[in-house]
């Protein structure tokens, strides 16, 4: 199947840093890339979906300044952190979008564990 | 009120025992529903489309009744590496696109 991969699986850092997430679809080219965060027992939360060449779509409550996403290729999505706080320590995944005629999927990364000091 | 609503579990049942999942979506306009798969600290797994007239892969039987905005996944025979968080997801349209709302999930542990 259609592999993503995401880089780094796992970061530390300290209050007020920013942290970059890249997401990339290693053998297709998405349409579109999605940014999910999951909190402890919590379930997935969309937080923006991605198109590339165009400006992201954040859902409501999503800061879109403090989570920068930039699309910049069709396998390539990255998302920013910006002056990381410790609530914004979770577990953040992307999903990149194949849709045709007839099939339309999401393929989702391996996620990546923010850990804010 | 959340979209969707699942049963947080944990499910704890025998090797060989049949469990059954609920959920509930409130949006009427999902199109599709799923049933995802999430082990301890992974990223989500596609574990199987739910249609109207139900459908069933290998010991997973999947089930959406539309009318009361229902759907559930049972499992036969539970084996040990069932052992998972099962996430309930619908999917809604938005302009050219779509997105996937999913559940808390309900996690299932599996004892030999």
């Known amino acids: 199947g259609a592999v993503v991969s995401q880089h780094p699986s796992r970061v530390i850092c300290k209050s007020g840093t920013s942290v970059k997430i890249e997401c990339r679809s290693l053998?297709?080219?998405?349409?579109?890339m999605f940014w999910y965060r999951q909190f402890p027992k919590q379930s997935l939360m969309l937080m923006a979906t991605?198109?590339?060449?165009?400006?992201?779509?954040?859902e409501q409550g999503v800061e879109k300044d403090k989570f920068l996403i930039n699309h910049a290729s069709l396998t390539l999505s990255t998302l920013t952190v910006t002056s990381a706080h410790p609530e914004d320590s979770s577990f953040y995944i992307c999903s990149a979008r194949i849709g045709g005629r007839y099939t339309d999927t999401q393929y989702f990364g391996p996620g990546t564990r923010l850990t804010v000091l | 009120r959340k979209e969707v609503e699942q049963d947080p579990g944990p499910f704890n049942v025998p090797e060989g025992a049949t469990v059954a999942f609920n959920c509930t979506y409130s949006n009427s306009a999902s199109q599709s529903f799923f049933w995802y798969r999430q082990d301890c600290r992974k990223e989500p797994k596609l574990l199987m489309s739910v249609y109207s007239s139900g459908n069933e892969d290998g010991r997973f039987t999947a089930q959406l009744n539309r009318a009361s905005q229902y759907i559930s996944l049972l499992i036969r025979d539970s084996k040990l590496s069932d052992s998972a968080t099962y996430l309930c997801?619908?999917?809604?349209?938005?302009?050219?696109?779509?997105?996937?709302?999913f559940g808390s999930g309900t996690r299932l542990l599996v004892r030999p």
């Open positions: 997801v619908v999917r809604q349209q938005m302009d050219s696109s779509y997105k996937l709302i």
């Open positions: 053998d297709f080219q998405a349409t579109t």
């Open positions: 991605s198109n590339e060449g165009s400006k992201a779509t954040y």
